[in-house]
């Protein structure tokens, strides 16, 4: 049992399966709940659970996958080139967009924390919950953050506006394919931006953009929030 539960082959079968499964389960529901990263997660917890594997094993195994997350996001630059044009003719519109997200973001992390009263570590912890995984975590441990709660926070934000984002467009009246890139990058990236590359190839564009602008416009704002709280 041993040699089941440290096995490479495992950890990635389970994951694989797992996103998989949420994939066809969404493609037959069709709503927004049945998000195929979200399905995983409970399914993979689960599995967990049912084979008394410690986390540390399937993290072990797992990690080869994680190895591929930053080239993922860098492959968001092909839509980027393909929209080169639209996106230079509004590029300040969407820094000013992306800023104001930024600024939203964290004045809400700001908030909340002080209406919770969290303390110094758990508030830099929440400070990057809008920036992509591959950012986020590195601004979370530079700035003393518990870094595990950080890549959960970014995970729950990008699934959270990944089924919420098309809502809230049709709720407000967001009808303009750059103004909703905009929002879904900033508010929620990759995660986000995977739902606006299915609603167009602007929107997806836009998002990629606006990711990345969140990314590291953040790491400049993080500091000087963090110095707020």
Known sequence: MSLFHNS???????????YETGCIIKKRCGIALCNPL??????????LKALDMDYADYEAGSRYLSYLLTPATICLAIPLYEKIMLLKNNLKAIIAGVLSGIVTNMLIVLLCSSLFKLNHQQYVTL??????????ISVS???????????????????????TA???CRLFG????????????????????????????????????????????????????????
Not at 8 to 18: C, G, H, Q, R, T
Not at 195 to 213: T, W
Request: with cysteine.
């Open 38 to 47: 979200l399905i995983a997660i409970v399914l993979v917890i689960i599995c």
């Open 141 to 163: 441990q530079e700035l003393g953050g518990i870094v595990t709660i950080t890549a959960v926070v970014i995970i729950l934000t990008g699934i959270l506006g990944n089924m």
């Open 8 to 18: 490479v082959y495992l950890s990635l079968f389970l994951s694989i399966a797992a």
């Open 127 to 136: 400070l990057p919950k809008s920036i992509t995984t591959a950012i986020g």
């Open 174 to 229: 967001i009808d303009d394919p750059i103004s909703q890139g905009v929002g879904f990058g900033t508010s929620s990236h990759v995660i986000g931006t995977a739902r606006a590359m299915e609603m167009g190839e602007i929107q997806g564009s836009v998002s990629s953009l606006s990711l990345v602008l969140t990314g590291i416009l953040s790491v400049l704002f993080v500091l000087i929030f963090s110095a707020v709280y």
């Open 166 to 168: 098309e809502w809230v």
